[in-house]
């Protein structure tokens, strides 16, 4: 999920399990998401986006689901690997706007343990 | 294809030195960003550019400047560096709207340190 401190939140997965990481986005207007992965010492990279018309996505490996109502995205990663380690975060755009801002998440690390 | 470019990769600066930090993107993306990274923050957009020639401020554009006097370049300046600029820099690129997909590729990253 989300953080306003100086530690992320952390969540530590054992490889092969399923994760599933947590967002609170902001705007209630907000129409287009997107999750992406940063490993350390690397840009962030795109992972799969949704648009506010739909509630469910699915790329390979990794589905996102978004709950308009309550604001919430989140990622699911099948069989969860070691080289899905990193640092996950969403951010939110308005698509209407006349630029294309996006409002990052703080991000979420992914420990994945043998 | 090298997507967006970042230079330099590392620097550290003095307090009241200046610098430039250059963004190349060989993707012809309208948009262009700098964001920062701090630790435990979520990226903040320091100001963008809309196109050749366009820049506007974002959520934290105290202290630096920025050019984009051609499309594929969009250059960071620090006039007068001070400490509370060390951070982790972010330039990134996308697409107009009316495409759709519009997600925004990021470079490498450039860590200053500013003593």
């Known amino acids: 999920g989300e953080s306003v401190g100086l530690h992320l939140p952390t969540l530590s997965v054992q490889e092969g399990d399923n994760s599933i990481i947590n967002c609170a986005y902001s705007n209630s207007a907000s129409d287009y998401f997107i999750w992406y992965k940063q490993e350390s010492g690397k840009g962030p990279q795109f992972i799969i986006d949704i648009r506010s018309n739909m509630d469910k996505r699915q790329g390979q490996r990794v589905t996102v689901l978004l709950n308009k109502t309550v604001k919430h995205l989140s990622l699911q990663i099948a069989a969860t690997q070691p080289g899905d380690s990193a640092v996950y975060f969403c951010a939110e755009s308005l698509t209407t706007d006349s630029w294309g801002k996006f409002q990052f998440g703080a991000g979420t690390q992914v420990v994945v343990t043998p | 294809n090298a997507g967006v470019t970042q230079t330099p990769k590392f620097r550290v600066l003095k307090t009241g030195q200046s610098m430039t930090l250059l963004c190349a993107q060989d993707m012809n993306h309208e948009y262009m960003y700098w964001y920062r990274q701090d630790p435990g923050m979520g990226l903040r957009l320091i100001h963008y550019?809309?196109?050749?020639?366009?820049?506007a401020k974002g959520e934290v554009p105290d202290g630096y400047n920025v050019s984009r006097l051609k499309k594929q370049n969009f250059l960071l300046g620090l006039e007068s560096a001070a400490p509370s600029q060390t951070s982790v820099y972010f330039c990134?690129?996308?697409?107009?709207?009316?495409?759709?997909?519009?997600?925004?590729?990021f470079g490498q990253g450039t860590r200053l340190t500013v003593v």
């Open positions: 550019s809309v196109g050749e020639g366009t820049t």
């Open positions: 990134a690129s996308s697409r107009n709207r009316t495409y759709l997909n519009t997600e925004a590729f």
